[in-house]
């Protein structure tokens, strides 16, 4: 009876010391911007209004491996972390770091897309599972970033574009690295700005990718340039 | 202190139980290397391997219930897809490919004849959304099996959780195909000293030896390596093999070696099944090699077998026929499951 009651104890000292720590854990929240709007995939201001326009029907990536650095050196790291960030998913933008209370950085980083030795590492679960639509079926992979709408600047059948990115093996790895120099705050907001990078894209000639390419790996590299920071 | 010694023996019966449940599935001769699979990531057991072993047979796979893993994939045939050059899937859709012949396949590094998978858990992912073969996918595929009267409870047995997901079908059907051991040919037995070769094998076995055995490498059969055999391209297919993955001029033409392995019953040959009989294999070898570039430097000289020489090797090559794979019952359509079920 004693031993009930000291589990007890035990079960709400673990759970009281879980939410009084997730308070002052690192949060993330991911919002894609476009022009000077923030903009969700459901929102009737993203369809084609002009020929400058576009309309996003799918905006899906992967940002793994969050890490933290003070002075150059690793202070922490979420261990085989996968986060799925579906435009079209309420909530799927946000994370926060377990464990991160203590935490004290100058500057983090961050994997836009999975890594080589998961990539042949066989199925797996969770943010990573091949239902996702996030994995190729024809050649083994996961694809990273996943862009697909309309433009009237395609000149393609219902003038679509579908951007899949991928590929983890030597010469076409379009796995990016994304860095921020930062204060140790607790609450970011990462900021992917879709006009900076469809700016950068001339969708008349370039509108499909979906193998991994020389293609697939610059247009990845503007995709990671196309991310800014917000600490708040 | 009872209690102690109590959970500690429990502990160690569970050990003992998981570690043999796994020895008994995976039975392997001791001249074979050490497999490449990692189990510790998908530890085999009865059921898994079971609900493995339905879903390679469950036609619910693809996209109009009508084709399965099984169809292009015959036990009897080593699991392949005989009397077709180029195999056929949904809806009599003809193919890109001669369906490889299933074996041995916790020994393979990479999967399909390019190399285009990279892991047995990922394989089934190709044919299965493939517009030709089984034109599904499997998001869809995980919710018609978490809809049917069977599955969910066969899943709670195999993984212990009734939600269905793409991981456990994947890792299922692994399962099954880990299981696809085929290690009883005369060969084998002659390799475990329990019965020899008639003279004119044993004949063929040397000429295999010093002609063949650096890419189709024993006891596999196989070097698991992509390699141009000399084969000239066909232009209504313009398949360049391996290239396809890596877009390296370097590998051209190269297609992954297959075992030689129940070669009897798993024709026809080559990547696109041009070849019929094993004589007009070894005629290849002898005066069809097409040079190129890429061409294997084991191939750089024909192989010139005088005809007697022929007949030995492919006696030779017939004791690499096994018929306890072929007709192992423990591979066969799950008659009794699917049979029950359809009264339901």
Same mark, same amino acid.
């Given at each position: ?76 790291? /979420? ?6 960030? $579906? ?60 862009? /697909? ?37 607790? $609450? ?26 020389? /293609? ?17 | 202190? &009872? ?60 996209? #109009? ?14 699991? @392949? ?21 299933? =074996? ?29 073969? =089984?034109? +599904? ?10 809809? %049917? ?24 059907? %692994? ?22 070769? @008639?003279?004119?094998?044993? #004949?063929?076995?040397?000429?295999? &030896? ?6 189709? &490498?024993?006891?596999?059969? @196989?070097?698991?390596?992509?390699? #141009? ?25 190269? *297609? ?7 070669? +009897? ?13 094993? %004589? ?5 070898? %002898? *005066? ?5 570039? @890429?061409?294997?430097? +084991? ?46």
């Amino acid at each position: 009876m004693r031993n009930v009651k000291y589990l007890f104890l035990a079960v709400f000292l673990f759970v009281h010391s879980f939410t009084i720590g997730q308070v002052n854990a690192i949060k993330f929240k991911i919002l894609p911007y476009y022009s000077t709007y923030q903009r969700s995939i459901n929102d009737t201001a993203f369809q084609l209004s002009s020929a400058s326009d576009y309309k996003i029907d799918v905006l899906r990536f992967y940002i793994a491996n969050i890490r933290f650095y003070k002075k150059d050196s690793l202070v922490y790291q /979420e261990q085989k972390s996968f986060h799925l960030c $579906d435009a079209s998913i309420p909530n799927s933008n946000r994370f926060l770091m377990s464990k991160s209370e203590n935490v004290t950085f100058d500057k983090f980083q961050f994997d836009l897309g999975i890594d080589s030795t998961t990539n042949v590492s066989g199925a797996m679960g969770g943010a990573l599972d091949p239902t996702n639509g996030m994995y190729w079926t024809w050649q083994s992979g996961y694809i990273n970033f996943k862009l /697909e709408g309309r433009s009237n600047s395609c000149d393609t059948r219902n003038n679509e574009f579908q951007f899949h990115l991928g590929g983890y093996a030597s010469p076409f790895s379009s796995l990016q690295t994304v860095t921020f120099n930062v204060k140790n705050s607790r $609450d970011f907001i990462l900021v992917l700005d879709l006009s900076q990078l469809l700016n950068n894209v001339d969708l008349a000639k370039q509108n499909h990718i979906m193998s991994p390419s020389k /293609e697939a790996v610059k247009f990845s590299k503007l995709v990671a340039q196309s991310f800014r920071c917000i600490e708040q | 202190m &009872k209690a102690k010694v109590l959970l500690l023996i429990v502990f160690s019966i569970f050990i003992v139980a998981f570690r043999s449940g796994n020895d008994n599935l995976f039975v392997v001769p001791a001249y074979f290397p050490k497999p490449v699979y990692n189990f510790e990531k998908n530890p085999l057991s009865e059921q898994k391997v079971l609900l493995g072993r339905l879903l390679f047979y469950d036609p619910q796979l693809s996209r #109009n219930n009508m084709i399965s893993c099984a169809s292009c994939h015959s036990q009897f045939s080593a699991f @392949t897809h005989i009397d077709h050059a180029l195999s056929h899937g949904i809806e009599d859709k003809i193919g890109f490919r001669n369906s490889p012949a299933l =074996m041995n396949l916790a020994w393979q590094k990479s999967f399909m004849r390019d190399g285009a998978v990279n892991h047995l858990d990922v394989q089934a992912l190709a044919p299965l959304s493939n517009p030709v073969e =089984m034109d +599904e996918s499997l998001v869809h595929v995980v919710s018609k099996l978490q809809q %049917s009267k069977i599955y969910p409870q066969l899943f709670y047995n195999a993984f212990g959780d009734s939600i269905i997901t793409g991981e456990h079908t994947l890792k299922a059907i %692994s399962q099954f195909m880990l299981t696809l051991i085929s290690a009883n040919s005369k060969y084998d037995s002659v390799m475990r000293n329990e019965s020899v070769f @008639t003279a004119q094998e044993y #004949n063929g076995y040397q000429l295999f &030896k010093k002609n063949c055995a650096s890419c189709h &490498k024993e006891p596999l059969f @196989t070097n698991d390596e992509f390699m #141009n055999n000399g084969l000239a391209l066909d232009s209504s297919l313009n398949d360049f093999g391996r290239y396809r993955v890596t877009k390296n001029t370097e590998d051209s033409l190269k *297609f992954k070696v297959p075992t030689l392995r129940n070669i +009897e019953f798993s024709y026809p040959y080559m990547h696109d099944g041009r070849m019929k009989r094993i %004589s007009e294999v070894l005629d290849h070898y %002898s *005066f069809g090699i097409q040079k190129s570039k @890429t061409l294997a430097t +084991e191939l750089k000289q024909p192989i010139v077998l005088s005809p007697t020489e022929k007949i030995d090797l492919t006696a030779f090559l017939l004791t690499l026929t096994d018929k306890s794979f072929l007709f192992n019952p423990k591979f066969f359509y799950p008659k009794e499951i699917f049979q029950s079920t359809a009264k339901d």
